[in-house]
């Protein structure tokens, strides 16, 4: 016995489905931004099109819309998926973050109650985690949830909630305990978002679409079953759902291999022209997706044998968000003078790819816990360096 | 699919840990390459025990029988331990590549001798300009076109080659072939020469990864005793998003060499592609590692004092050798630009006749 490396027959038939279906139900033209309300209602609906199939969230139960599938058939299915150019998942903060979180602290009827609707896309979720006084340093939380009878009554600003303004509901933190510090007294709790009491407006982001919102909570009542786990749990819960966040699940390796494989056709288009320097950047980005595949790999594995991911996570966010900046900025050098087309632009062909993506990379090492903060983490968690 | 070691694999490789920490310690380092304690002989002797010369021999020939990746973490052990003796080339490259070969009566002898580790087998392949141990040797598998020839120590003449790691007994050596010498020629030959310079790069790359992981010990190690402004110094940010960032590199090159040792064997593109990536990657993390483990040493990683330098200087010569940055490096771009190895995401596991 030995790393194994192939295959099985099952998982070749499983990639062949996949890569059936996605054939046959994939768009043939690219869908419109998802940070714009058109582009937002095709991604949805592009997400009903996947749970018709199954195809929603495939490491789910079939009782809420899944196929039950182990990690390495996920892969799989990510791989085939961003092979076929196939929409960005609009309803991600849903499906990689809060759905892994309910799987694991949900009561049977919140399980019921949310899974099945978040795998069709008829409820789209936003995070609803940072204020304006509280983004790296989280803990310092301010918004409240004052029990009153069966119900919460919430009061706070929330902020940077990506896709809220088209969103249907949030997942938040709320201090349940009044005069809690830090990550004591913090409750997980869910939010409808068109709902009395909440308030939503979008915020332009850097390419001028409302990808993301503030959200007021001005009074707004929810029953006290909208809490995810105990009350005062909040800080624990979130930080599991951090985990998801960081480490395996929202950003699967393919999509880094696809934009790799994108890289070198480009440069091996413009190559009689360009700085010698830019092949062996090609060259050391197509590498580092290739890591950060095996990697995934290896940790796919590990959980499988029983195995858990912790601090790892944050080497990972690190990785991807860097290498997604560097390949996207090895682009842009080969590109030049084109390179600022916007993707309407006559000229722009499908350059403009590029630039949206150079943009959104621009985030990586900010959202999901920035890279410093990740930094500190696997210094003082992993290395067991001393607190600062 | 399951990218995981077996528990035999991972229980040989805390022996050899255990048995290296014993005989390896920084301690008999310094003592071996301050020339005051020659334990060597010793050295090998416990080596042998464990089996660990002929760890990729045939059992006909008195080895262990493995495979290539059994030895993966095996090489990173001795790179951890920064061992002195040519261990690595011995029983990851040459024997295995006299295995593969030894089809006379004479190359037979030697490749019984080198698997139970009675004699030292070096190995000259045209991608090093020296050999390894090449003074200390019994027997050297040396190339000349599409030849393999093996030389008694006795009939090669040797020019030592001082190295910066001392325990690295480098010479440069002149020889010339003769039909006695000769075990393999012909295509045969040259593609168990690439196999072996597979091997070379790819426990060279193993060694770098061990290394790495010393060095990020010693430097973690000196950053919590050492206090400067009243505090711990591997409490201030300046010095832990550097160690964050080397470990990174780290973590991200295991994988990537364990893949690549699935594919020795595999002479084809894929296997090139990988295993350039392995030895680039391990030596990038070495050096990640050495450079944060130094600086955060300050003026004492810079003295003679601190063993820091024993391990930092193995790593620099693990850098050149088996190919160093610019040839693996420009193979893969060669390999990229020319549109001839196939790329994307599921392609990464593929193996050529699959």
């Known amino acids: 016995m030995t790393i194994a490396l192939q295959y099985t027959a099952e998982q070749r038939a499983f990639r062949a489905e996949v890569r059936a279906w996605m054939e046959a139900n994939v768009p043939a033209d690219p869908l419109p931004t998802l940070e714009g309300a058109e582009g937002f209602a095709a991604h949805r609906e592009w997400e009903r099109t996947l749970a018709k199939g199954r195809w929603g969230m495939v490491t789910w139960p079939e009782a809420y819309g899944g196929r039950s599938c182990n990690l390495i058939e996920w892969l799989i299915f990510e791989e085939e998926y961003y092979r076929a150019a196939a929409p960005a998942r609009v309803n991600q903060n849903g499906i990689f973050l809060l759905g892994p979180t309910l799987m694991e602290f949900g009561t049977p009827e919140q399980k019921a109650r949310y899974l099945p609707k978040m795998a069709s896309g008829e409820e789209i979720w936003a995070q609803a985690w940072s204020e304006p006084q509280a983004g790296s340093d989280l803990a310092a939380i301010r918004a409240t949830a004052v029990r009153d009878g069966d119900d919460y009554v919430l009061r706070g600003h929330k902020i940077w909630s990506s896709r809220a303004t088209f969103a249907d509901w949030c997942f938040g933190m709320f201090r349940t305990e ?28 850097i390419h001028g679409e409302m990808g993301f919102a503030e959200i007021f909570f001005e009074d707004a009542r929810v029953p006290v079953g909208h809490r995810l786990g105990g009350e005062g749990q909040g800080w624990h819960i979130a930080m599991a759902t951090a985990g998801f966040e960081r480490g395996l699940m929202l950003r699967s390796p393919a999509r880094f291999q696809v934009t790799a494989q994108k890289l070198v056709e480009l440069y091996r288009r413009l190559a009689t022209s360009l700085d010698p320097a830019l092949g062996a950047a090609v060259a050391q980005a197509w590498m580092d997706a290739e890591a950060y595949a095996l990697n995934t790999y290896m940790t796919a594995s590990r959980l499988m044998n029983g195995g858990t991911i912790g601090v790892e996570a944050s080497l990972n966010k690190i990785f991807w968000s860097e290498l997604d900046l560097a390949m996207h900025q090895a682009a842009m ?35 999901a816990g920035t890279n410093e903060i990740q930094r500190n983490i696997i210094a003082e968690r992993l290395l067991k360096l001393p607190r600062g | 699919m399951d990218f995981t070691f077996s528990e035999e694999q991972r229980m040989m490789a805390a022996a050899v840990r255990e048995l290296l920490d014993d005989v390896c310690s920084p301690a008999a380092i310094r003592r071996a390459v301050e020339g005051r304690e020659d334990l060597s002989a010793d050295r090998w002797a416990r080596y042998c025990e464990l089996g660990l010369p002929g760890v990729l021999a045939p059992e006909a020939a008195a080895g262990l029988g493995l495979e290539a990746t059994d030895f993966v973490l095996i090489a990173e052990e001795c790179g951890r331990a920064a061992v002195p003796e040519p261990l690595v080339e011995h029983a990851g490259v040459a024997v295995p590549l006299l295995a593969e070969l030894a089809g006379t009566p004479r190359a037979i002898e030697v490749l019984d001798g080198a698997a139970s580790g009675v004699l030292r087998l070096g190995i000259g392949h045209p991608v090093n300009p020296f050999v390894l141990g090449g003074g200390g040797c019994d027997f050297v598998l ?4 599409d030849e393999v020839h093996l030389l008694a120590r006795s009939s090669i003449g040797v020019t030592v080659e001082p190295s910066v790691d001392a325990s690295r007994r480098l010479a440069r050596v002149e020889w010339a072939p003769a039909s006695q010498t000769q075990v393999a020629g012909g295509v045969a030959a040259l593609a168990a020469v690439e196999r072996a310079f597979q091997r070379g790069a790819l426990y060279a790359a193993a060694e770098s990864l061990g290394l790495a992981q010393r060095m990020m010990e010693l430097g973690v190690a000196y950053a919590c005793e050492r206090k400067q402004f009243g505090r711990q110094i591997g409490s201030y940010q300046g010095l832990k998003h550097h160690f964050a960032s080397a470990q990174v590199k780290l973590e991200f090159a295991r994988p990537v ?16 592609a990988a295993i350039s990536h392995a030895k680039l990657a391990a030596v990038a993390a070495a050096d990640a590692c050495s450079r944060i483990a130094m600086q955060a040493h300050g003026a004492m990683g810079y003295s003679w004092e601190v063993d820091l330098h024993f391990y930092m200087k193995r790593a620099w010569a693990l850098a050149g050798v088996w190919g160093d940055r610019s040839f693996h490096s420009r193979r893969v771009q060669q390999l990229l630009g020319s549109g001839r190895l196939p790329i994307g995401p599921d392609q990464t596991f593929v193996r050529t006749g699959d």
């Open chain 2, 257 to 272: 060499v364990y893949a690549a040792v699935t594919r020795a064997g595999d002479v084809d593109d894929r296997a090139a």
């Open chain 1, 333 to 367: 050098s080969m590109l030049g003078a084109s390179a600022e087309l916007l993707p309407h632009a006559p000229d722009a062909e499908d350059l403009g790819n590029w630039l949206e993506g150079w943009i959104f990379s621009l985030a990586g090492p900010i959202y």
């Open chain 1, 178 to 205: 009044p005069g809690s510090e830090k990550h004591h007294g913090i409750s997980f709790i869910l939010v409808p978002l068109r709902h009395p009491g909440v308030r939503v407006r979008g915020i332009p982001q």
């Open chain 2, 142 to 145: 040396l190339m000349a076109d």
